[in-house]
């Protein structure tokens, strides 16, 4: 188990996600990273990338040029600055083309104060947002 108090600066440099149709990632990223206050920093004719200061996610076109799929297992966690913008993130996720993969709460059975939601992107990678709450006294 872990907690905010465990938490460092990250160790992934970048992630990257497969995608089908880079309008229709690029409607689905812009509206959930904008409620985490993340911009596209770049395009490329295969990928988007997204980041504070530079490229840390990318929605883009297998190099191999195969079809995109998503991993059975695999999802990317993006970390929010607070519980709002956790359910802001799940929400226009919905609006823009993305399925429900888990709604917005708190997980226990990952740590105290865990507050997360998941989502699945239009071509159906599963994406979570985080952050820590406290917890309160029921430990949720």
Sequence with gaps: MTDAAETRSP??????????????????????????????????????????????????????????????????????????AVDLFHARGLAAGGDDAGTPGFRPEYAPGYYAAFLRDPDGNKIEVMTWVKADANGS
Excluded: I, K
Excluded at 38 to 66: D, I
């Design 11 to 84: 160790l992934v440099s970048h992630v990257s996600v497969g995608v089908t149709d880079l309008a229709r990632a690029g409607v689905f990223y812009d509206a959930v990273f904008a409620a985490l206050g993340v911009n596209r920093v770049m395009e490329h004719p295969m990928g988007l990338a997204y980041g504070r200061a530079f490229p840390e996610f990318w929605a883009s076109a297998p190099q191999n040029h195969q079809p995109a799929t998503p991993g059975n297992g695999a999802h990317v966690c993006f970390a929010a600055p607070h519980r709002d």
